[in-house]
């Protein structure tokens, strides 16, 4: 396959806005602020996830003399000096990162990554930033409200074959972790980043024998431990019979087709007749949080879930909006708030930070976005944002995943109830506060005349 | 960033299989199709794509010793014998692939892509050629429909923050390219497949200025050729006035917010007012088919399009469920057709043909899927799918990306009218052969009993 190219993982107009600051002559340190404008419908909340690998990019960016010499053939840089192309040799990230750890419960219009750098270095490291945070918190956000539909039952995000490629199979398996799942069947992940993975049979396994029983034993043989016996090949209710009067224990069996709802009782009725009351059922196929919803409503006794497609795409909301919008320039000792006026896009301008107010009880109540220097606007508020790289350096050691997903657990449980409900509705209230407010219309008035 | 294990970018089930199929010492020659069994609402048609990367991991896929290391730590392979382990290390792919080239215009049920191999193989490959084909053909399928909704005008594809990370962002843009797009403004896939990479300016670059036209002056110094300057940072209409008082002559404008339709009719109005007859208006902002289709009917002034999220994303159909099924089994020198008798998930069984029919003009008539074997359902018609790969090794020249495009373009030039309208509605006819068909009723009732 490709050797990737990371540093030209971005878009064209990075490049050439970073050799038009070059050669202007521009070293203004600039600070972006990443964010969503509005939570896409249905979701109440984001999860937030994928900012270890921004990080781990940010540290490791560099241009190949491949990439360079790309660049230096392209069209678009014909007129651009040598000098920038030698430049491009030495380049690395220096700036500083502040983040929202992952795992964290964020809302629309709260800056969840703000990037310090000098303005081509900021600039530069857009693309790859929006893709690889939009991407795992859009996925951590839908497994976080898949799980809270399976109501305690564990859930297994089963959807790599319908990811958008290899590499965002291995990341949604990550991002769904993160949100709750206990798992993945997607084996790489479980490699890099100790993720425990889980696996059934498929109907080829089934298919390839000329008696379906005879599957059934020849793989008990192996696995004789672990095995959960895909029953839906040809009939569902017979291949439960047939388990039972084989005298086979499978730990459990997987419905992927049909009435799940029905069958699973049907199937239920079969085993416990049969004595197999430790054999669990596992059910899968074209299920997220409403099907699953619906499926335990009608009381069906399904112990587990495997969730593919509509997890690993989040189907129903496939991609999240977050822009990462320039908000201060300092050129020259001067600091300049900037905001964009375009229609429906103002954005708040100067560096902030997000304030989060909670109930004696742990429940979260209300967030604030304030500038960086103002006091918290609520006493005992929560910051959000960490620092977590200066200088192009991490701060701080790494996170294990396993750890990130029980602090987004611990959060996700002190969300008000309204908000881990599949009703559609709003966030959390999130304030501006005065100072910020007044902050904008003043710099506003700077570019609209107004 | 982590060094991708594309051995381990599957399923832990084709693992484990794979393991039962050598402990169970099932040495069969299987033939597993790839196909789709719906189009996704509203397509018509499938654009497909994604094969070279299909046909390069299976020359490729080798278990590296820390992979091996996984799984053998893994729970559930705890009893499977140190022999599996050591095949694995030296596990290649030695099948024989048929596939449709990229840029063929596919149906519902007819395979894309048919392997032939030992049963272990072709199952440990699954995973990563569904995520791998799935992907690239929903945005190529998805980028023709822009394409012909901007009818004849060029569309770039701008869609990388919000693809499914930094990879999936290089695959979109190579199958949104071979859709129809005249390029994008990933870099990478620049890099990688030689497409055209196509930048304008950000708001980044304008805000960074005090002045919105120093900010486009800079700029033009840099790039004097090339430039597309983008307007709407503070107010579009101003921005083109003082474009045309300052007397600069950009090759471009790009509007990406607001009402398109009006603004590029006042701005068009203002260039040409002012001799800038030769700038062109370039629209981005939310852009698919649907509203490119609307602003050009609304007699809009746009010259080209660049169209973000919705293609890299394929949004209205974020997910294609191609499958990948047993259709014959070889053991013991006897050819074992097979069949999924699953509610509303029946398969065709047996190593199968697509055949197309044309009319004298050229225009696609219908298709047929037929047993391999079977002579051309209809005198003339166009056999689909052709060799690709025999005992692991690829037959044949790779193709440039830019030849598949051109391919793919006089494909779809072929389709019946209704079918490239984006009106929804059914694809082309596909009949199945008698022959087929008693023999998917010969092999069903032998697992249905009926």
């Given at each position: 396959m490709k050797r990737r190219s990371l540093a030209l993982a971005t878009d064209l107009y990075e490049l050439t806005m970073a050799a038009a600051y070059f050669c202007n002559d521009i070293r203004s340190i600039a600070t972006f602020e990443l964010f969503v404008r509005e939570l896409p419908q249905p979701r109440r909340f984001l999860l937030v996830a994928g900012i270890e690998q921004a990080l781990e990019y940010l540290e490791e960016v560099r241009f190949s003399s491949e990439d360079i010499d790309y660049l230096r053939h392209h069209p678009s840089f014909s007129a651009v000096p040598r000098a920038f192309f030698d430049y491009l040799e030495e380049f690395r990230f220096e700036g500083d990162v502040w983040a929202m750890p992952e795992g964290t419960v964020a809302f629309a219009n709260e800056p969840i990554v703000r990037v310090t750098a000098p303005i081509l270095q900021a600039q530069i490291v857009e693309t790859f930033l929006l893709a690889t945070v939009n991407f795992q918190t859009m996925i951590a956000s839908k497994a976080a409200r898949v799980v809270a539909a399976a109501r305690g039952r564990p859930v297994i995000e089963f959807g790599s074959r319908r990811a958008h490629g290899s590499e965002a199979a291995m990341y949604a398996a990550r991002a769904a972790y993160i949100g709750g799942?206990?798992?993945?069947?997607?084996v790489e992940a479980g490699l890099h980043f100790g993720i425990p993975t889980f696996g059934t049979i498929a109907h080829s396994w089934v298919m390839s024998f000329d008696e379906e029983l005879t599957a059934f034993e020849r793989y008990m043989q192996v696995f004789p431990g672990t095995t959960t016996l895909l029953i839906d090949t040809y009939d569902t209710v017979e291949a439960a019979k047939k388990i039972v009067a084989a005298g086979l224990k499978p730990q459990a069996v997987r419905l992927d087709s049909g009435d799940l709802a029905t069958l699973s009782r049907e199937v239920r009725r079969v085993l416990d007749a049969g004595g197999l009351t430790a054999t669990r059922i596992f059910a899968s196929g074209d299920l997220d949080e409403y099907r699953i919803a619906e499926i335990l409503a009608q009381g069906a006794p399904v112990d587990a879930f495997g969730v593919g497609t509509r997890l690993s795409t989040s189907a129903d909301a496939p991609n999240l909006g977050g822009v990462y919008k320039l908000v201060e320039v300092v050129a020259d000792h001067e600091r300049k708030a900037r905001v964009k006026t375009s229609p429906g896009k103002l954005t708040l301008p100067g560096r902030k930070q997000v304030w989060r107010a909670t109930a004696p009880d742990g429940v979260y109540v209300e967030d604030w976005v304030a500038l960086a220097e103002e006091e918290p606007p609520i006493p005992g508020a929560q910051q959000l944002l960490q620092p977590m790289m200066a200088g192009g350096r991490r701060l701080g050691p790494r996170q294990e995943t396993r750890e990130i997903r029980e602090n987004a657990l611990q959060n996700l449980a002190r969300l008000p109830e309204a908000l881990r409900s599949l009703e559609p509705g709003p966030g959390l209230p999130v304030r501006i506060t005065e100072r910020l407010l007044a902050e904008q219309q003043r710099v506003a008035a700077r570019w609209t005349g107004r």
């Amino acid at each position: 396959m490709k050797r990737r190219s990371l540093a030209l993982a971005t878009d064209l107009y990075e490049l050439t806005m970073a050799a038009a600051y070059f050669c202007n002559d521009i070293r203004s340190i600039a600070t972006f602020e990443l964010f969503v404008r509005e939570l896409p419908q249905p979701r109440r909340f984001l999860l937030v996830a994928g900012i270890e690998q921004a990080l781990e990019y940010l540290e490791e960016v560099r241009f190949s003399s491949e990439d360079i010499d790309y660049l230096r053939h392209h069209p678009s840089f014909s007129a651009v000096p040598r000098a920038f192309f030698d430049y491009l040799e030495e380049f690395r990230f220096e700036g500083d990162v502040w983040a929202m750890p992952e795992g964290t419960v964020a809302f629309a219009n709260e800056p969840i990554v703000r990037v310090t750098a000098p303005i081509l270095q900021a600039q530069i490291v857009e693309t790859f930033l929006l893709a690889t945070v939009n991407f795992q918190t859009m996925i951590a956000s839908k497994a976080a409200r898949v799980v809270a539909a399976a109501r305690g039952r564990p859930v297994i995000e089963f959807g790599s074959r319908r990811a958008h490629g290899s590499e965002a199979a291995m990341y949604a398996a990550r991002a769904a972790y993160i949100g709750g799942c206990i798992g993945t069947s997607n084996v790489e992940a479980g490699l890099h980043f100790g993720i425990p993975t889980f696996g059934t049979i498929a109907h080829s396994w089934v298919m390839s024998f000329d008696e379906e029983l005879t599957a059934f034993e020849r793989y008990m043989q192996v696995f004789p431990g672990t095995t959960t016996l895909l029953i839906d090949t040809y009939d569902t209710v017979e291949a439960a019979k047939k388990i039972v009067a084989a005298g086979l224990k499978p730990q459990a069996v997987r419905l992927d087709s049909g009435d799940l709802a029905t069958l699973s009782r049907e199937v239920r009725r079969v085993l416990d007749a049969g004595g197999l009351t430790a054999t669990r059922i596992f059910a899968s196929g074209d299920l997220d949080e409403y099907r699953i919803a619906e499926i335990l409503a009608q009381g069906a006794p399904v112990d587990a879930f495997g969730v593919g497609t509509r997890l690993s795409t989040s189907a129903d909301a496939p991609n999240l909006g977050g822009v990462y919008k320039l908000v201060e320039v300092v050129a020259d000792h001067e600091r300049k708030a900037r905001v964009k006026t375009s229609p429906g896009k103002l954005t708040l301008p100067g560096r902030k930070q997000v304030w989060r107010a909670t109930a004696p009880d742990g429940v979260y109540v209300e967030d604030w976005v304030a500038l960086a220097e103002e006091e918290p606007p609520i006493p005992g508020a929560q910051q959000l944002l960490q620092p977590m790289m200066a200088g192009g350096r991490r701060l701080g050691p790494r996170q294990e995943t396993r750890e990130i997903r029980e602090n987004a657990l611990q959060n996700l449980a002190r969300l008000p109830e309204a908000l881990r409900s599949l009703e559609p509705g709003p966030g959390l209230p999130v304030r501006i506060t005065e100072r910020l407010l007044a902050e904008q219309q003043r710099v506003a008035a700077r570019w609209t005349g107004r």
